[in-house]
């Protein structure tokens, strides 16, 4: 694979993390002074997760294109943490709680595994 397209997706996880960044700088601007970790720190994900993720994905023996499929589970399961960080966030700056919070962090990390598994069976197969 190309170090161009390793370049623009790296970028994407990047635009994505400082959307996250500004979305929640915004939102904790109108929360009147409530503050929420979740809601601070949710650029982490996809910036930390995402990219050092998707670059170990790249980074073993090269991109193929059945590796597509684990890019794009990587990508749902960094959706769905990031979005889990957020929504926590907002519950708690209204200050409630959710009994379901716990489905985007199941959801978001099996998504991440079976992305990570999936490259490493791949990698298993072409030897």
Same mark, same amino acid.
């Given at each position: 694979?190309?170090?161009?397209?390793?370049? $623009?997706?790296? #970028?994407?996880?990047?635009?994505? /993390?400082?959307? +996250? *960044?500004?979305?929640?700088?915004?939102?904790? &601007?109108?929360?009147?002074?409530?503050?929420?970790?979740?809601?601070?720190?949710?650029?982490?994900?996809?910036?930390?997760?995402?990219?050092?993720?998707?670059?170990?994905?790249?980074?073993?023996?090269?991109?193929?294109? $059945?590796?597509? #499929?684990?890019?794009?589970?990587? /990508?749902?399961? +960094? *959706?769905?943490?990031?979005?889990?960080?957020? &929504?926590?966030?907002?519950?708690?700056?209204?200050?409630?709680?959710?009994?379901?919070?716990?489905?985007?962090?199941?959801?978001?990390?099996?998504?991440?595994?079976?992305?990570?598994?999936?490259?490493?069976?791949?990698?298993?197969?072409?030897?």
């Amino acid at each position: 694979m190309s170090t161009s397209v390793i370049r $623009k997706s790296a #970028f994407k996880y990047v635009g994505f /993390a400082a959307f +996250v *960044f500004v979305f929640g700088a915004i939102y904790e &601007f109108f929360s009147h002074e409530v503050y929420s970790n979740y809601m601070i720190y949710a650029f982490v994900v996809p910036l930390i997760g995402g990219l050092m993720a998707q670059l170990y994905l790249w980074s073993a023996r090269g991109f193929k294109k $059945k590796d597509c #499929f684990a890019a794009q589970i990587l /990508a749902g399961g +960094v *959706f769905w943490l990031t979005l889990g960080c957020l &929504f926590q966030g907002v519950l708690e700056i209204y200050g409630t709680t959710n009994h379901l919070i716990w489905v985007f962090l199941v959801v978001g990390l099996m998504q991440v595994v079976t992305s990570i598994v999936w490259q490493a069976v791949s990698l298993m197969t072409t030897e």
